[in-house]
Each structure stands twice: as C-alpha cells, then as structure tokens.
C-alpha cells in the first residue's frame, strides 16, 4: 500500500479571490464556499492551502452563479497535484534545457526539498515531467478539439474571461514560462513559453508586462 506523505513543516494559506467586486453589478463579493484543501509541496516548502471561493450576493444579478476564484492559488499546482508548477517547471527544465537523466534530476529535486524535510519518488520525477510535456502540448491545442469548444462555451456562458498570467522561471537568467488562465470558474492552463531577457528589456510577448508575480514561483533565491 501507498505510504501517505508526513509533513513536518506545514505553512496554512487562505486564498480568497484578487477580484473583491462583482464585474456586473459591483456588489461586494461574499464567501460562498471552500473550492479545495489540499497540500502543495513547492521549491519553497509545504504549504496547506485552503482556496475559498467566492459569488456575487445580488440575487437580481444576471451573474449571481458565477464563481470568483484565487488566480494565486490556482497557479500554485496544476488540479490534482501535490507539487507544485514551480517544481514541474523546474523537471522540464532540467530534462530538456539542461538535458539531464531522470536520475539527475531526481537527485537535483531531492537537494532543493531536503532543507525542508520534504523528499521526491523517482517515478514521482517521471509523472512530473509527462505533466510538463502535456502543459507544453496545451499551448499548440487545436481550437477544433472537443475540449476547447467545452471552454468556449462556459467562456460564454461567464461573459468573457478574467485572465491571469503567470510567470515561473526554473533558472534565474534562464527563459521564463508563462501560465495563462481564466479566472472565472474554470481554470484552463494554457502554457506559452518564451524567451524574456532580463537585463536587455526585450520582450517577446507583450502580455509579459503584465504577469502577476508570485511568491516562490520557479526562485532560485
Ligand atoms: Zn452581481
């Protein structure tokens, strides 16, 4: 059986949504509900996250069903991952910039965590780096496929899309991946890799300028 990972040094994070004011109707947003708690292990430590989410209390609103999320907390790990986005990141990086073996990479993973007492499965390294590659595959989606006409739809249905950037790089100096996603309701990553030149002041995307930073996102700090 499956031994559950122990956590000794656990830091709890509420999330509640960037956006405080309903887009339709400007009534203060209301705490409707706990989206998610769970764990997250990043380059930084383990962290608890409790994601709260929140709905426009107007009940006359024509958008009092929407859900209003934290783009922080859903930039922390993709669904259903205990790592972070910083560390899957980071076995991209590793595998295919710096082209080390998964063996490399697992032991480079286990230096960053063990001064938090945190430690990474070899298969773990693997899993990771499928979650890249399939990240990376999300940014050349077909806009035909199934899955994009279902985000379409719900686009519609919320009247438009909140979109949060964010940007993670594994290696200071090194290419920056930004995480473009919806805010509202339906979180769908779509990841755009580029190159930013720190001290040149170029930039190959311009929505770069306006990535929301985020506390421990791919730092070698
Ligand atoms: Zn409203």
């Known amino acids: 059986m499956r031994k559950k990972k122990q956590f000794s040094n656990l830091t709890k994070q ?3 949504p960037e956006v405080k004011e309903c887009l339709t109707c400007q009534s203060r947003l209301k705490r409707f509900a706990t989206l998610s708690q769970r ?9 608890q996250v409790v994601h709260c989410g929140y709905r426009c209390p107007n009940q006359g609103c024509s958008t009092v069903r929407r859900v209003y999320r934290s783009a922080e907390a859903d930039g922390l790990a993709l669904p259903g991952f205990t790592f972070g986005l910083d560390v899957v990141i980071l076995v991209g990086h590793l595998r295919l910039t710096k082209h080390q073996t998964v063996d490399e990479v697992h032991q480079a993973l286990q ?11 070899r298969r773990e390294v693997m899993y990771l780096f499928e979650a890249y590659c399939s990240v990376l595959r999300a940014a050349h989606q077909p806009s035909d496929t199934p899955h994009w006409q279902t985000w379409r739809a719900k686009v519609e249905e919320n009247g438009g899309v909140i979109i949060s950037i964010d940007g993670i790089q594994p290696d200071k100096g090194n290419e920056t991946i930004y995480l473009v996603r919806d805010v509202l309701d339906f979180p769908c990553p779509v990841c755009r890799k580029c190159q930013f030149q720190r001290n040149g002041g170029h930039e190959t995307d311009p929505l770069a300028r306006r990535q929301t930073g985020r506390p421990g996102a791919g730092s070698d700090q």
């Open 111 to 121: 230096e960053r965590l063990s001064p938090f007492h945190l430690t990474i499965y």
């Open 14 to 16: 509420i999330f509640h």
């Open 39 to 47: 764990i997250v292990i990043t380059l930084d430590g383990a962290i």
